[in-house]
């Protein structure tokens, strides 16, 4: 039985001006990860897609699109006031309402922009049971939920598939003895180094194709 692998990678930066180099870097993790035989899932903010689609970042939007999986990371990102926000005052049924009509449309967005989105990535403490309700609906998974069960770092909460942090390879040791990688910072992003393991079968986030097999060390 193999152990599964995702590598996920955060995009963030919707502000900096096109030559600080932000969306190229997006686009050399993209290259270097299929290079190495993986297919990865980068969570991405609306204002991040938009922003590719207005600067004509068409070669980085192909790569994701035709390579790797994308998950919305908020619609609108840190802008205020965010999702999570608006859920201080909501209860249960508008909450869900107020999560789909803002984070709906970035899902539509993103399926329109990369073919897929998948799932709904926690973008720092911006959590909220309603949003998950929301993912439900959606059919989308929720990454990096700030729910704990003891049984599983994966589990199904408000009727979505969630991912906790407990899964976050970081802290994998399986991962960080098998497989290095020397995650990159903004300004060595070209540096980075993926190898995959033959003892793990590595694959976008839920289920779609692996671009190919990791073979044996010779
Ligand atoms: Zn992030």
């Known amino acids: ?13 919707y502000i900096s001006p096109p030559d600080a180099g932000s969306d ?35 070669d980085v939007i192909r790569e994701i699109a035709r390579h790797h ?30 999560a789909l009509s803002r984070e709906a449309p970035g899902f539509r967005f993103l399926e329109s922009v990369f073919g897929r989105c998948t799932a709904l990535t926690r973008h720092g403490t911006s959590f909220a049971a309603q949003i998950v309700r929301a993912c439900a609906l959606e059919g989308k998974a929720f990454w990096d939920s700030l729910v704990q069960v003891p049984e599983s770092p994966v589990y199904w909460f408000c009727d979505a598939l969630c991912f906790n942090s407990a899964v976050n390879y970081a802290l994998d040791t399986a991962y960080r003895d098998d497989v290095p990688a020397r995650c990159c910072t903004a300004r060595r992003a070209a540096r980075v180094v993926l190898r995959p393991s033959p003892s793990h079968r590595l694959q976008r986030l839920l289920g779609c194709a692996l671009l190919r097999r990791p073979q044996p060390a010779a």
Do not use: N, Q
Not at 24 to 40: F, H, Q, S
């Open 24 to 58: 190229d870097i997006v686009l050399t993790v993209a290259r270097a990860a299929r290079e190495a035989g993986l297919a990865a899932c980068f969570c991405i903010h609306g204002e991040k897609v938009r922003s590719l689609v207005g600067r004509g970042r068409s």
């Open 69 to 98: 999986d994308a998950s919305l990371h908020y619609s609108h990102g840190s802008i205020h006031p965010t999702t999570c926000e608006l859920m201080t005052t909501a209860g249960w049924e508008d909450g869900v309402a107020i």
């Open 1 to 13: 039985m193999p152990t599964f692998l995702v590598t996920y990678w955060d995009t963030e930066d």
